[in-house]
């Protein structure tokens, strides 16, 4: 059974940085590409960063390129997310994502809040 469980979210101010952690049980980075998304109330969960399956390449979306670091450490199954410099655009709730073809995993998310 595929389980994704989210945490380190918070409220920061603006050029500040938080840990985000996402652990994982149920199936390996082999077969499943995993990531983060975003959602903010009235508008549609956007990407933010994935690990691919295939060669571990790792993607980012613009709006995060060169100030979020996506990772992962196979020897405790969890997912990082590093986030610097964060905007008041950062603020979100952001998710953990799991996917292998059409299959596709959620965590329950957690808030991020970026304000001064």
């Known amino acids: 059974q595929v389980q994704l469980v989210e945490s380190g979210g918070g409220s920061v101010q603006p050029g500040g940085s938080l840990r985000l952690s996402c652990a994982f049980s149920?199936?390996?980075?082999?077969?499943?590409?995993i990531g983060w998304f975003r959602q903010v109330p009235g508008k549609e969960r956007e990407g933010v960063s994935c690990?691919?399956?295939?060669?571990?390449?790792?993607h980012y979306s613009d709006s995060v390129k060169g100030r979020f670091t996506i990772s992962s450490d196979n020897a405790k199954n969890t997912l990082y997310l590093q986030t610097n410099s964060l905007k008041p655009e950062d603020t979100a709730v952001y998710y953990c994502?799991?996917?292998?073809?059409?299959?596709?995993?959620w965590g329950q998310g957690t808030q991020v809040t970026v304000s001064s």
């Open positions: 690990i691919e399956s295939s060669d571990g390449s790792t």
């Open positions: 149920g199936f390996t980075l082999d077969d499943y590409a």
């Open positions: 994502n799991a996917r292998s073809g059409l299959l596709y995993y």
